[in-house]
């Protein structure tokens, strides 16, 4: 079954029509978070994009056609492990790869690529819609996401340089929402947890048809809940009126078996009588079979009442002592 994560992925890797510098901003997305450079090649770096994704190389091969018309090599590896998808390495050569690297302006760090400036001073992060190609090729290459319909939201993307991961969270932050960056073995994490600032990031990726299945989700989670919140309140309750019902009961025959039921006023007697003949209802139904009728809070009075009478009794005949009860 395909992850929503998968999904995700297979929804952005589907447009490659966008103006010039979207696709340069989106190649860079990729190069920074999911490239290494090929250090075989003595005169500079080939560009080496290795993915799990399909739709992430078939994405990055596109671009690379469409952007710079640079032909890459694929090669397909053989599955890592059983639960993983075969290993889809995307290439080029060390020249086109010059090219590209000038284009997006990003310079080689060891063995990644970076951003040349940060984000605030970035070219090819200065329009909105070309950060919002970043962020698609940055998780094409390196992102992922919780299934909504588990427990919480998380969104992140696993940068290899400190550098990519403070520009995402830069772009981030440009759309209104605070990443955090947590350093995981030697990676970066950007990452969001909330389920709102996840939705909006969707949206910023141009992921429509992720943001509306997770939108759906949300909204059956959000009704599951308030319908086990209620059913909760309601449970709280009948065991609430149960244990009083089953209170009073005792103190009426309490009353009862120590001779005392006749020398009580009659309003109370009847009240008592009802309470014994109708183990179920709740106050306001005893009140309502009341001549004449009482209200809840009435009922509840002259249960009060009987109750301090039973307790009264039980503390004459040395049953209970002050406060045990
Ligand atoms: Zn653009």
């Given at each position: 079954m395909i992850s929503f994560s998968g999904k995700v992925k297979k929804e952005l890797s589907g447009n490659a029509d966008g103006a010039r510098h979207c696709?340069?901003?989106e190649t860079a997305g990729i190069l920074c978070f999911g490239a290494k450079a090929d250090g075989r090649d003595s005169e500079g770096p080939g560009a080496v994009f290795?993915?799990?994704?399909?739709p992430a190389a078939r994405k990055c091969f596109t671009l690379f056609k469409k952007t710079f018309?640079?032909?890459?090599?694929i090669r397909t590896g053989q599955r890592v492990n059983r639960s993983a998808g075969k290993l889809i390495t995307v290439m080029t050569e060390q020249a086109?790869?010059?090219?590209?690297?000038?284009?997006?302006?990003?310079?080689?760090?060891?063995?990644?690529f970076v951003p040349a400036a940060r984000a605030d001073d970035s070219m090819i992060l200065r329009r909105e819609c070309c950060r919002r190609a970043f962020l698609r090729g940055a998780f094409l290459a390196a992102g992922s996401m919780s299934d909504p319909n588990g427990k919480g939201y998380q969104f992140e993307l696993v940068s290899p340089t400190e550098e990519a991961a403070e520009d995402a969270r830069a772009?981030?932050?440009?759309?209104?929402?605070?990443a955090r960056i947590n350093?995981?073995?030697?990676?970066?994490v950007v990452y969001v947890k909330d389920g709102t600032d996840v939705v909006t990031l969707l949206g910023a990726m141009g992921a429509s048809g992720a943001l509306m299945d997770m939108e759906n989700i949300r909204i059956v989670k959000e009704m599951r809940n308030n319908v086990n919140r209620g059913l909760n309140c309601d449970m709280a309750n009948i065991n609430k009126t149960v244990a009083a019902a089953a209170r009073h009961t005792d103190d009426i025959n309490y009353i009862m078996q120590h001779g005392e039921f006749e020398s009580l006023p009659a309003q109370l007697k009847e009240t008592a009588r009802l309470r014994l003949l109708n183990p179920e209802a709740?106050?306001?139904d005893l009140g309502e079979m009341l001549?004449?009728?009482?209200?809840?809070?009435?009922?509840?009075?002259?249960?009060?009442?009987?109750?301090?009478i039973a307790e009264d009794l039980r503390k004459k005949s040395g049953e209970i002592t002050e406060g045990s009860r």
């Amino acid at each position: 079954m395909i992850s929503f994560s998968g999904k995700v992925k297979k929804e952005l890797s589907g447009n490659a029509d966008g103006a010039r510098h979207c696709l340069i901003a989106e190649t860079a997305g990729i190069l920074c978070f999911g490239a290494k450079a090929d250090g075989r090649d003595s005169e500079g770096p080939g560009a080496v994009f290795q993915t799990e994704s399909s739709p992430a190389a078939r994405k990055c091969f596109t671009l690379f056609k469409k952007t710079f018309n640079i032909v890459a090599v694929i090669r397909t590896g053989q599955r890592v492990n059983r639960s993983a998808g075969k290993l889809i390495t995307v290439m080029t050569e060390q020249a086109d790869t010059g090219k590209m690297l000038a284009a997006c302006r990003l310079e080689r760090k060891g063995s990644c690529f970076v951003p040349a400036a940060r984000a605030d001073d970035s070219m090819i992060l200065r329009r909105e819609c070309c950060r919002r190609a970043f962020l698609r090729g940055a998780f094409l290459a390196a992102g992922s996401m919780s299934d909504p319909n588990g427990k919480g939201y998380q969104f992140e993307l696993v940068s290899p340089t400190e550098e990519a991961a403070e520009d995402a969270r830069a772009v981030i932050a440009s759309f209104g929402i605070n990443a955090r960056i947590n350093v995981r073995k030697k990676s970066f994490v950007v990452y969001v947890k909330d389920g709102t600032d996840v939705v909006t990031l969707l949206g910023a990726m141009g992921a429509s048809g992720a943001l509306m299945d997770m939108e759906n989700i949300r909204i059956v989670k959000e009704m599951r809940n308030n319908v086990n919140r209620g059913l909760n309140c309601d449970m709280a309750n009948i065991n609430k009126t149960v244990a009083a019902a089953a209170r009073h009961t005792d103190d009426i025959n309490y009353i009862m078996q120590h001779g005392e039921f006749e020398s009580l006023p009659a309003q109370l007697k009847e009240t008592a009588r009802l309470r014994l003949l109708n183990p179920e209802a709740t106050l306001s139904d005893l009140g309502e079979m009341l001549e004449p009728p009482v209200g809840k809070s009435g009922v509840n009075h002259r249960l009060d009442k009987i109750s301090r009478i039973a307790e009264d009794l039980r503390k004459k005949s040395g049953e209970i002592t002050e406060g045990s009860r």
